[in-house]
């Protein structure tokens, strides 16, 4: 961690934290090197082991989702005392299921579509020696619980909270987009301004998946846009308890 | 129980610096109306490490308030907001402006009606928010007025004192000099009340660290001095 990083505390439009210079120089330099290293190898090789892909129609970003090989080289985001201490932050059962992507939006990638990321997540039931347990995606959709190619028992988890680090975004200036726009309500409007976030690299974006933590992608006009995501789960039993009315549609 | 002090135009560079500063010795009411200020207030905390839920930061700097100070209703909202928060009201200090250099005088003929808003918001809007003031906390108050050294401070421009003749600044310097003008029949007005009005006219202080201080300087001690009617030009 950097000893002169800034976390600050914002209330509107919903609860966040956002922290700025947050790594130390050489920790972030050899994050955003491994960063650009698996997005050159897509770009040049289209290796299989490190595909980013769109995950949606709706969202022009490529898109690589991190499992515990990839987790591994991502600290200290997907470390277990970064992750404990999000738990803790929020006040959640620590149960260290954890899901993260990396994206990367071409320039000119669309604005997305105002979401809260309260939605069900799916993992595959099962022993695991790790630390951290992360989604199988091979053996079960994350987001329907749908198994692929056999039956595998599943557990059904919500997102607790979500994480965005902004990385390898050298240059960016006001004006180029890419920003991650908060909102007090599910369409943006004369009484319903965005509250931009700028992407600046080594600064991070931490809220709490809420039925009102409103946010969407704003489009780059310049630069490609890259960041890390991470997700905490919860039990449906303990979000559903916080959050009695939440429909779980948030994705 | 420490000073009150309203601050108008937090959230340009000037404000920002300026409420820091006095943070310190007053309890401050900050508003402003397009971008929210980035110390912290009661939207935004700095902590000292990785959040925890009960927060461990410092007291904040200012309660801010957003309000277009054009509206009659949005000076009547901060002044009750104030008041409801504080109590009273011991100084206002006056920051808000538009500084845009918009052309020459002989432009005026085809251009939009930027002079009008320009000297409404740099000469008219201060006074209507000092009158304001007047009339709920200080005008049944002289004896309190006295003991605090309560006033009123305008941040006007060296615009207002000399002509530039290159930069086209002239609405803008004529609404300094206007800014001027009436904070000293302010100071007249506003003596039977022992409540203080003064202006201070510096030169641009955008990114200049030392005339930033100085200004800043200036108005502490005009805050906490027994002057009245000064225009200050020296020193910054």
Redesign the interface.
């Known amino acids: 961690m950097n000893p002169s990083c800034r976390w600050t505390q914002h209330t509107r439009p919903f609860l966040h934290y956002r922290a700025s210079d947050l790594l130390a120089e050489d920790e972030y330099a050899r994050l955003a090197r491994y960063f650009v290293k698996l997005l050159r190898s897509f770009e040049q090789d289209n290796d299989s082991k490190t595909r980013f892909v769109r995950s949606s129609a709706r969202y022009d970003a490529r898109v690589l989702g991190v499992n515990e090989d990839l987790a591994s080289e991502l600290a200290p985001f997907f470390s277990a005392t970064w992750i404990d201490n999000i738990y803790s932050l929020f006040g959640y059962d620590n149960i260290r299921y954890v899901d993260g992507a990396l994206h990367s939006s071409l320039p000119g990638s669309r604005t997305g579509w105002i979401h809260t990321d309260l939605c069900s997540a799916w993992f595959v039931d099962e022993q695991t020696t790790s630390t951290l347990t992360f989604p199988n995606r091979s053996a079960c959709d994350y987001f329907t619980g749908v198994s692929k190619g056999g039956s595998v028992p599943v557990i059904e988890l919500k997102r607790a909270a979500a994480m965005i680090y902004y990385l390898c975004n050298d240059g960016w200036e006001p004006g180029d987009g890419g920003e991650t726009a908060l909102y007090d309500c599910p369409f943006e409007g004369t009484f319903s301004p965005p509250f931009l976030v700028q992407p600046r690299n080594n600064s991070l974006l931490l809220f709490e998946c809420s039925p009102h933590s409103y946010h969407r992608f704003i489009s780059n006009t310049r630069n490609t846009r890259n960041s890390i995501i991470l997700w905490i789960h919860g039990t449906p039993r303990e979000i559903s308890a916080r959050w009695p009315s939440s429909t779980g549609h948030g994705s | 129980m420490r000073a009150v002090c309203l601050v108008t135009g937090a959230s340009g560079t000037l404000g920002l610096r300026l409420c820091t500063s006095l943070s310190c010795d007053y309890d401050l009411v900050a508003v402003y109306n397009s971008h929210p200020p980035t110390f912290s207030y ?12 009960e ?1 461990d ?1 410092k007291p904040i700097t200012a309660y801010c308030v957003q309000a277009d100070l054009r509206r009659r209703d949005d000076i009547r909202r901060v002044i009750e907001l104030t008041m409801a928060r504080h109590g009273h009201i011991d100084h206002l200090v006056n920051l808000m402006a538009d500084t845009r250099f918009y052309g020459n005088v002989l432009s005026l003929w085809r251009a939009e009606d930027y002079a009008d808003r320009q000297f409404d918001l740099n000469a008219i809007i201060p006074m209507k928010l000092a009158a304001a003031v007047h009339e709920v906390c200080w005008r049944d108050s002289p004896g309190e007025n006295l003991a605090k050294r309560r006033s009123v401070t305008n941040v006007s421009s060296m615009s207002a004192m000399v002509i530039d003749k290159s930069m086209g600044q002239a609405v803008y310097a004529a609404s300094k000099a206007a800014l001027n003008i009436l904070t000293m029949h302010l100071a007249l007005e506003l003596e039977p009340y022992s409540v203080r009005a003064n202006a201070i006219c510096p030169f641009r202080f955008v990114q200049n660290e030392q005339r930033t201080s100085a200004v800043i300087s200036e108005i502490q001690e005009l805050l906490a001095g027994t002057c009245s009617g000064e225009i200050r030009t020296s020193s910054f």
């Not at chain 2, 009661?42 to 839920?53: A, E, I, T």
């Open positions: 009661q939207d935004l905390h700095f902590l000292r490490s990785f959040p925890r839920r927060s930061d």
